[in-house]
């Protein structure tokens, strides 16, 4: 029977702020009935259009913590409310109605959207958002300080109740986007995680130099949705966010699990597994056509339409089978992202954006 929990703390201050203001981070997490000391923790991270209280999430915490005697948590983690499917959207232009038709709406004779939902139409707007550097998808740096906030966090809670677990078993579990943030957590603290399973992770966001397009069935019509974020404009070079370059001088102390679909439209595979396979400690696997196996597997696109329970528990049997890492004795060698300045702290880890690069 699992336990859980929720709890807000201080979040990290954005770093791309002179002068930030105060910011609370969302944690929830689910234990098993008894912790103990082979009790590993887990962070489940989730991309576009999943977020900490998806169904699908929920279900994930409480049955790995159960079934993989895990303290499974998650974060709501920076700029991720501008990730999400749902969204106001600016102004449409009204040229395809008739005379008549504006006369009903303009008379209150008709709502808008029950009249567009009438025509066979594609209509294209742009998401109304509202981001700023106190807040935004900056799809890198802060959402990936956050994720070590909040699996810092967890482990004081149980220190300071004096609950014994084993720390040396962290794992991160990440889909798309979030399994690139996990990527960039290993280059910024390359001794918290041990296991990293990443499903569909890209090599740099692909919405730092592309608008991300969003289709919504209204009866007959169809709303194409544009997305533009505030990190296009800002991050001048979009080689800190390539996860090629930040793993070039990192001596990998992390099993790394890929799953990788070779008809995905955001990554390429080639490239991918080119990568990977300069990592340490990294498995491979490519899944085209002959590997849909419609029970784990059910598209070799992006995300794989992957069960994501029986993705997991297939991870894990691989990483069992596999020898376990044995960490760089030279911790002098050891490689952080130049991207932040880590500033040394008794308590929760605290970081500066290197404006240099």
Partial sequence: MTKNYNFSIAGHPSIYEERPSERQLKIEFS???????????????????AHIDSNVYKKMRDLFADTYNLVVLQVEYFGSSFMQNSHEIEGIKLD??????????????????????????KIRTNAKLDESLSDFNDMGYMQAIDIITAIEAVKLILEDNKVTYDKSKVIGYGHSHGAYLLHLVNTIEPDLLSLLVDNSSWLVPGYLTAERDLYKQLGQAVIHIKYKYLAQDFFRY??????SKMYLNHINNCK????????????????KQEWLASIDH??????????????IFFSNGHGLDADFILLFEKAMHISDATP??????????????????????????KYKFNHDQ
């Fill in 96 to 121: 395809f109605l008739t005379e008549d038709e504006l006369v009903q709406i303009n008379t209150g004779q008709v709502k808008l959207f029950e009249l567009v939902a009438t025509k066979s139409i």
């Fill in 31 to 49: 234990t098993p009935d008894v912790v103990n000391k082979n009790t590993g923790i887990m962070i489940l991270v989730p991309g576009f259009g």
């Fill in 324 to 349: 376990p890492v044995i960490p760089a004795l030279d911790h002098q060698k050891k490689y952080r992202n130049s991207s932040l300045i880590y500033l040394k702290t008794d308590g929760l880890p």
């Fill in 282 to 295: 990294t498995t491979y696997f490519q899944i085209g056509k002959g590997e849909i196996d419609n029970k």
């Fill in 256 to 271: 790394i699990i890929a799953f990788q679909g070779d008809s995905d439209p955001l990554v390429n595979h080639l490239k």
């Fill in 238 to 243: 979009k080689e800190i966010h390539d996860l």
